[in-house]
């Protein structure tokens, strides 16, 4: 099929090269010229796991451009997958869903039949805004053509990215008319199939539960996105409040979350206590619903307290910080990882940001280390005060504590007796839990994880 994609950001690339790798005819389209040159010459702007390797690999059938009404005219299928940024108030900003949407709308060429896909995750009610802004356009253009409206939410996860989009759960169309459900249907055939050969760095998954497609309504859509989104932070947040009492009572929440998530009907997934949930979406989706529940005066306790608790969980590493050196003012802390998540090279939202913040709030000195997020980290911070290193062992340099907050894979096999050895005073707070106490205290480190008493 033929598809434009605009929107060439986390998900939009990755929308683009697998629908490009299943053999459609893709066009992807970006206002940012700077992305648009990357791409072009064959360079990923974003760090995703086998994004880079595909983008190598599909020379044929995709195209970028920023020409957006040249890039719909001829398209069957026009996902839009801009940015949905959170307002001041935590509403989500669908100033730029309605601004391609209109530029569509200009593209869009007479007695045609297009089906018009939103993948951003926007709030309750925006597609039905959408289908009447694009009629709108069409109408002020005098054209008549056919267009139908889908709303098809986007679960994939950064990092996991293209697993996410090959291998998804289930995928999502929101819409009144049949013809872009069968539009889906045939655009996603062989990933509802399993049908094409996986790409080589990623294996099919072990399992054999095919995703379904499930065709709703809009407004179900919509809500399906954000109810899921919510229930997985909520679930964190659940564990870090376990966790809280865990170290008050000595038990070890890994091991407590280990016997919760054998249950089947619980699962270990998004069961880790930590620094607590960042990112580009948790923080905005739960705080763009609570804003959509406070237009109906409708109350949603769990989840504030959930971003409650979430906050908690980035005061409690300067706590931890101040608990083992007393005073923080002059301190040199060591920081391991500053992406939101491993394998990319995302900030937004990401734990490490704030929590560096508050220590510089504090008057301590950060150095810090990430293998992919360094230049994005800087751009955040740019008015604070810190070291970015290269190698994860030069945090230690006279440090007198170090804080893991990413979980990258490289950081779970770190020398520990080299990493504590050049430090000041050999503190440990890991974030994220992957060494074992026992490992850290034989390194020579005093070490407090979270939620392990
Ligand atoms: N990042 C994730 O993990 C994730 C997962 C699921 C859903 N989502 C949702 O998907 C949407 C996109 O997220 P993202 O992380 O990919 O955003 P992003 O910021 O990485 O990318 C958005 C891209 O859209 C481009 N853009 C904006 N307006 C445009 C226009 N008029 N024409 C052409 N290009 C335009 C921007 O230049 C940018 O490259 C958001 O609504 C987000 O909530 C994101």
């Known amino acids: 099929m033929k598809v434009a994609i605009i929107g060439t950001g986390y998900v939009g690339l990755t929308t683009c090269l697998a629908m490009a790798y299943l053999n459609h005819e893709v066009i992807g389209v970006d206002k940012d010229s700077d992305k648009l040159s990357l791409l072009r010459q064959g360079i990923s702007p974003i760090h995703e796991t086998g994004v880079q390797a595909l983008l190598h690999q599909i020379t044929e059938n995709v195209c970028f451009t920023g020409d957006l009404k040249s890039a719909v005219a001829d398209s069957e299928i026009i996902m839009i997958a801009v940015g949905t940024p959170p307002k001041q108030d935590g509403e989500a900003d669908i100033r730029y869903v309605e601004e391609a949407a209109k530029e569509v709308a200009c593209g869009l060429e007479p007695n045609r039949e297009y089906v018009i896909v939103i993948k951003s995750t926007v709030p309750i009610g925006t597609n039905r805004r959408i289908a009447h802004l694009v009629h709108s356009v069409l109408q002020a253009r005098g054209v008549r053509t056919d267009v139908c409206f889908a709303s098809n939410p986007e679960f994939l996860q950064e990092g996991l990215a293209l697993r996410g989009t090959f291998y998804p759960d289930r995928v999502v169309v929101g819409t009144d008319r049949p013809e872009a459900v069968d539009a889906m249907r045939q655009l996603h055939k062989p990933i509802l199939e399993r ?18 497609l499930i065709a709703t309504d809009a407004t179900n859509a919509e809500m399906i996105k954000y109810a899921a989104n919510t229930f997985l932070a909520l679930k964190i947040s659940f564990i870090n409040e376990i966790a809280g009492l865990c170290e008050r009572v000595e038990a070890d929440v890994t091991e407590v979350a280990r016997g919760v998530g054998l249950d089947s009907r619980i699962s270990h997934r998004f069961l880790q206590a930590g620094v607590g949930w ?35 969980q980035r005061t409690l590493i300067v706590e931890k910080l101040q608990h083992a050196l007393k005073i923080l003012r002059g301190r040199t802390i060591g920081i391991l990882g500053l992406a939101f998540k491993p ?7 990401a734990p490490a940001l704030e929590i560096i913040r508050l220590l510089n709030e504090q008057g301590a000195y950060v150095r ?7 230049p994005h980290a800087r751009e955040d911070l740019e008015n604070i005060e810190i070291e970015f290193v290269e190698d994860a062992y030069a945090v230690s340099n006279a440090a007198d504590a170090i804080v893991i907050i990413t979980d990258w894979n490289e950081y779970r096999s770190l020398n520990l007796h080299t990493l504590a050895k050049p430090m000041s005073t050999p503190i440990l707070i890991d974030g994220r839990n992957i060494y074992s106490p026992d490992e850290a205290r034989d390194a020579g480190f005093q070490y407090m994880g979270i939620g392990r008493g």
């Open 368 to 374: 810090a280390h990430d293998p992919v997020a360094i």
């Open 195 to 212: 049908s094409f050969d996986p790409p080589s760095f990623l294996a099919a998954p072990d399992d054999e539960n095919l995703p379904s």
């Open 278 to 312: 960042g990112g580009s979406c948790f923080p905005k989706d739960t705080a763009a619903l609570l804003r959509v529940a406070s237009e109906y005066g409708y109350s949603m306790p769990i989840i504030e307290a959930a971003r409650v608790v979430n906050q908690r």
């Open 343 to 349: 394998n990319t090279d995302d900030v937004r939202g």
